[in-house]
C-alpha cells in the first residue's frame, strides 16, 4: 500500500478537490460512475480545440485526424482487455446497450421457442430486462441461477441448469450490488463444454481488476467508459470475431454499409457493421486516454490498494453496532452494500450528504437482489483507486453520528 502513489492520483482528479456543504468531498458512489483525471477532460477539451470533425468521412485534414485518435482509442482498448482484434472492439452507449445489442442480434438470430437463457440471481437489471424482452419476442425460457446468504453463485446448481436448450449465459463478472466477483472462468468452462456461448457484464469488473477476455475465453464482454475513469456516453462491447461476422447488424444507418440501394443494402466489415450513425467521437478517444492513463498505473496495483481499503473498511463496518453488510462473498470488490437497522438508505445518504460523503441509498438497479435479502433498499459505499484508509474513517464516523441521530 505504502508504494501505490495515492497522492498523485489524487491530485490527478480536479473534483476531489471540491467541497460539498463546507466539508471536505468524500465519493464512494463510483459503482454509480467515478470521477475523471484532468487527462480525460484535457483529451476531450483538446479534441474539441484541435482535431474534432466527423470521422470515416472526410478527406480534409480535421476528419483524418479525428479518425486516427478515434481507431487509436479502439486498439487501446483491444490491449487493455487483450483481444486478439481490433475487429472484436464495438464502441456502444454502455453496457446496457451492449447487452440489448447481443439480445436483438445474436439473440434474435439464434434464440427460439422453448430455448433458455441463463443469467444469476445478482444480475443488474441490464441483464435481466433486455433477456426478458428477448423472451417475450421468442418465447425462450429465462432461468435464473441461484446464489447463497453471502452472495455467491451455487455453482453446483449452476451447472445443473445448464442443458441442451441453454442457448446462451450472460453473468456478471462483479455483482454492482454486493461486490461478488463470480467465478467466470470456471462458469465459461463448464458452459462451453457444452458449447454454450458466455456473456460476461463486465461493467463493475473492468475498472477493479486486470481483465484478459482471451484467458477468460469469454464470448462477449460488456462494459461502460464512465466507471473506467473515462466520460459517459461510451461503453464496448467486445465480442470473439466469429460471432460477430456471424451476427446481423443492429442498427441500420451511415457508417455501417458497403452499398445501399433502394433493394438492398450491404453492410460494412467489422466493427463498423455495429457502428451506425454519428458516433461519440471525442469520448471515444476520451476513453482512450483513460486507458492510457490507467495503464500508467497498473491494474494490478489498482486491485490490491483497493482490496487493501476494502478489507479496512469491511473491519471497521463490522464494529458498528447494528450495521449489517449485504454482500460478504469470498471473493469481492471494493463494494459495500449496508443496512443500518431500521433507519432508512435515503436518510443514511441524505445525512453523509451533510457531512460531504457520497454514496449511493436506493435498489442499485437490482431490484431482486434486494428482495432476496428481504430489504427495499440497502446503503452502498463503492470505492475507486483514489479513495483512501483516512476517507474511510470519515465514512464510519459519519455512520456513528447518524445512528446517535436516528436512535
Ligand atoms: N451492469 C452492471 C453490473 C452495472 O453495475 C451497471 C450500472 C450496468 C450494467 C449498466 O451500466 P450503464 O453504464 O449502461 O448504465 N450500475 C450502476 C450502479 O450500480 N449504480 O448506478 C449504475
Not at 464512494?28 to 483538446?46: G, R, T
Not at 447481443?102 to 439464434?110: D, F, P, R, V, W
Not at 463503492?382 to 476517507?391: D, I, R, V
Request: aromatic share 8%.
Amino acid at each position: 500500500m505504502t508504494t501505490f502513489p495515492i497522492e498523485r492520483i489524487r491530485a490527478d482528479f480536479p473534483i476531489l478537490a471540491e467541497k460539498i456543504r463546507g466539508k471536505d468531498l468524500v465519493y464512494l458512489d463510483n459503482a454509480a460512475s467515478c470521477q475523471k483525471p484532468d487527462i480525460v477532460i484535457e483529451c476531450m477539451n483538446h479534441v474539441y480545440r484541435h482535431d474534432y470533425a466527423n470521422i470515416h468521412r472526410g478527406v480534409h485534414t480535421l476528419s483524418v485526424r479525428s479518425t486516427d485518435k478515434y481507431e487509436a482509442a479502439r486498439e487501446k482498448v483491444r490491449d487493455f482487455i487483450n483481444a486478439e482484434s481490433s475487429k472484436e472492439i464495438i464502441f456502444v452507449r454502455g453496457a446496457t446497450e451492449a447487452i440489448n445489442l447481443i439480445a436483438q442480434t445474436y439473440g434474435k438470430a439464434n434464440i427460439k421457442a422453448g430455448d433458455e437463457i441463463l443469467i444469476t440471481a445478482m444480475e443488474h437489471h441490464s441483464n435481466i430486462v433486455p433477456w426478458q424482452m428477448l423472451c417475450e419476442q421468442t418465447e425462450a425460457v429465462l432461468r435464473v441461477a441461484p446464489m447463497n446468504q453471502v452472495g455467491e453463485l451455487l455453482f453446483d446448481d449452476f451447472t445443473q441448469l445448464l442443458n441442451e436448450k441453454t442457448k446462451l449465459v450472460a453473468v456478471v463478472h462483479m455483482s454492482n450490488a454486493l461486490g461478488t466477483i463470480n467465478p467466470v472462468k470456471d462458469i465459461i468452462a463448464a458452459a462451453h463444454a457444452k458449447d454454450i456461448p458466455v456473456l460476461l457484464d463486465g461493467a463493475q469488473a473492468i475498472p477493479h481488476i486486470p481483465v484478459d477476455v482471451q484467458t477468460l475465453d469469454c464470448d462477449f464482454y460488456v462494459f461502460s467508459g464512465h466507471k473506467l475513469y473515462g466520460p459517459s456516453g461510451i461503453g464496448v462491447l467486445y465480442g470473439k470475431q466469429a460471432f460477430l461476422e456471424a451476427m446481423p447488424p443492429y442498427q441500420g444507418g451511415g457508417d455501417m454499409i458497403r452499398t445501399v440501394t433502394f433493394e438492398k443494402s450491404t453492410y460494412a466489415a467489422l466493427p463498423h457493421k455495429f457502428e451506425a450513425g454519428t458516433p461519440a467521437i471525442a469520448e471515444v478517444i476520451g476513453l482512450g486516454a483513460a486507458i492510457g492513463y490507467l495503464n500508467g498505473i497498473g491494474m494490478a496495483d489498482i486491485a490490491a490498494y483497493e482490496a487493501e481499503l476494502l478489507t479496512y473498511a469491511t473491519e471497521q463496518a463490522k464494529q458498528i453496532d447494528g450495521l449489517k453488510i449485504i454482500g460478504e462473498a469470498k471473493d469481492k470488490g471494493a463494494i459495500l452494500s449496508f443496512t443500518l437497522g431500521k433507519i432508512h438508505p435515503h436518510d443514511i445518504g441524505t445525512m453523509l450528504d451533510s457531512l460531504g460523503i457520497a454514496i449511493r441509498a436506493g435498489h442499485h438497479c437490482a431490484m431482486p437482489v434486494m428482495e432476496f435479502y428481504g430489504v427495499p433498499a440497502t446503503a452502498r459505499a463503492s470505492f475507486a483507486m483514489y479513495n483512501t484508509k483516512q476517507e474511510i474513517d470519515v465514512l464510519m464516523e459519519g455512520i456513528k453520528s447518524l445512528i446517535k441521530v436516528f436512535g
